[in-house]
């Protein structure tokens, strides 16, 4: 669990009696988002009609979010497309990042996660009331459904509803957590079983690390979609 | 599944915050909570005012000018083709005409010539006809000449002769008449 240990680096920062301090989980922040623009900028400096392989990737990242947006969300989540573009590639390079050897994984951390999904949640609510007013509270009250069923379906839907922000923090916490745990014991097997015993364990570190890079793109993208999905329910009220 | 395990794990943790942070969940420990926080938001604002000002409309612009450049290609070599295609007809066209004209040129100097050549063949035809004509009568003409002559010639050769044999003078006159007779006997084989 040393792993994920946060400590502070350099001087500590106290503003109003809360401790700022710069730690490590700061600096993997801060290299992660400087990695992005770095090659976002690299991808976008070329003003090449036939693209290199860097702009390339970088017009594969916006295609694939303009895509996922305007599937699950349609036209009218246009202008929340930089911020989901910036979402996924925060939790993207984050995760990635993350994977390389003695690094810190941002998103292993319960409140960088629950902080995202609490400003999603938020986001999305105000979004509905924005565009629908009192109406968006319908959302809690699905059509067609019998008279003596409604009372609890709309408790089930309003605790479904609350309960977004947690599950989808949680997702993402847990999935890393748990991931970058097992690559750990299967690394403490390896040591411990020593030359005879160790390859069995290193093998399944080999395929897990396999494994827990699919995890990261899949999570990044999953959280990505869901918000995308909660964004559509506020915009476009379908129930 | 696991997540929910996990939420499990979380939520009973909070409750037991000392107990968390020492069980082994740093995560759970909220000594940097607010610190993460802090920086997560700072980082995070500064990611997104970066990308959606600076890196998406550059890559936007990108794109669209790539599809543009492809329509506008496109576009072109559709109105290349085109143009090709009416060239092509129209130099057809022109060729159609040529033809016509040729085969229409080649008639008309064939009549032409054609007509030249009658005029002329029939000219040449009558001039002939004229020469061959005023020919007969000059040799019609030198015919008798040559007879008139040849009745002179045979009546001084006959009186010559008459004279020579006899010894006497014979009438002029009755030689001539005997000539006339004895030439006009035989005028038909000659003339």
Same mark, same amino acid.
């Given at each position: 669990m040393?792993?994920?240990?946060?400590? $502070?680096?350099?001087?500590?920062?106290?503003?109003?009696?809360?401790? %700022?301090? =710069?730690?490590? +989980?700061?600096? =993997?922040?801060?290299?992660?988002?400087?990695?992005?623009?770095?090659? %976002?900028?690299?991808?976008?400096?070329? $003003?090449?009609?036939?693209?290199?392989?860097?702009? %390339?990737?970088a017009e594969m990242f916006y295609a694939f979010v303009a895509k996922m947006i305007s599937d699950t969300a349609g036209s009218k989540a246009k202008p929340y497309f930089p911020f989901i573009f910036s979402l996924f590639m925060f939790v993207l390079f984050c995760n990635m990042v993350g994977m390389l050897p003695y690094s810190f @994984?941002?998103?292993?951390?319960?409140?960088? @996660? %629950?902080?995202?999904?609490? *400003?999603?949640?938020? +986001?999305?609510?105000?979004?509905? *009331?924005?565009?629908?007013?009192?109406k968006y509270l319908s959302i809690f009250v699905p059509s067609g459904v019998p008279a003596v069923l409604l009372p609890l379906i709309t408790i089930i839907e309003i605790i479904s509803y609350l309960s977004r922000p947690v599950s989808l923090s949680v997702r993402l916490f847990a999935n890393m957590m748990a991931g970058h745990t097992m690559l750990k014991v299967f690394g403490g097997f390896v040591v411990s079983l020593g030359v005879l015993g160790g390859w069995l364990p290193l093998s399944f570190s080999v395929a897990l690390t396999g494994l827990e890079i699919l995890v990261a793109f899949l999570q990044a993208y999953v959280f990505a979609i869901l918000t995308c999905i909660y964004l559509n329910d506020a915009l476009n009220l379908h129930h | 599944m696991k997540s929910f395990l996990f939420l499990f794990i979380a939520l009973k943790a909070i409750d037991f915050d000392l107990y968390a942070a020492e069980a082994g969940m740093p995560q759970l420990d909220p000594t940097y909570w607010a610190s993460q926080a802090f920086w997560l938001i700072l980082v995070f604002t500064i990611l997104y005012i970066s990308i959606s000002k600076f890196c998406l409309p550059k890559i936007k612009n990108n794109l669209d000018n790539r599809e543009?450049?492809?329509?506008?290609?496109?576009?072109?070599?559709?109105?290349?083709?085109?143009?090709? #295609?009416?060239?092509?007809? #129209?130099y057809e066209a022109i060729l159609e005409s040529a033809k016509k004209e040729v085969t229409k040129i080649h008639f008309e100097s064939k009549k032409i010539l054609d007509k030249n050549i009658q005029s002329k063949k029939n000219s040449m035809d009558k001039e002939i006809e004229k020469e061959i004509s005023k020919a007969q009568k000059e040799i019609l003409e030198i015919k008798k000449n040559s007879i008139l002559s040849i009745q002179k010639i045979s009546e001084s050769i006959s009186s010559t002769l008459i004279e020579s044999i006899s010894g006497d003078k014979l009438n002029e006159s009755s030689i001539r008449a005997t000539v006339e007779e004895v030439s006009k006997k035989n005028i038909g084989k000659y003339l």
């Open positions: 040393q792993q994920f240990t946060v400590h $502070k680096i350099g001087p500590e920062i106290k503003i109003a009696g809360i401790d %700022l301090s =710069f730690t490590n +989980a700061s600096l =993997f922040m801060v290299i992660s988002a400087s990695i992005i623009i770095l090659f %976002l900028y690299l991808g976008s400096k070329n $003003k090449r009609i036939i693209p290199s392989k860097l702009q %390339l990737i @994984t941002v998103t292993s951390h319960i409140i960088v @996660t %629950l902080i995202m999904a609490l *400003f999603i949640f938020v +986001a999305v609510t105000v979004i509905g *009331f924005i565009k629908h007013g009192i | 543009s450049k492809i329509k506008e290609d496109l576009d072109n070599a559709n109105k290349f083709k085109e143009q090709t #295609e009416e060239k092509i007809k #129209e």
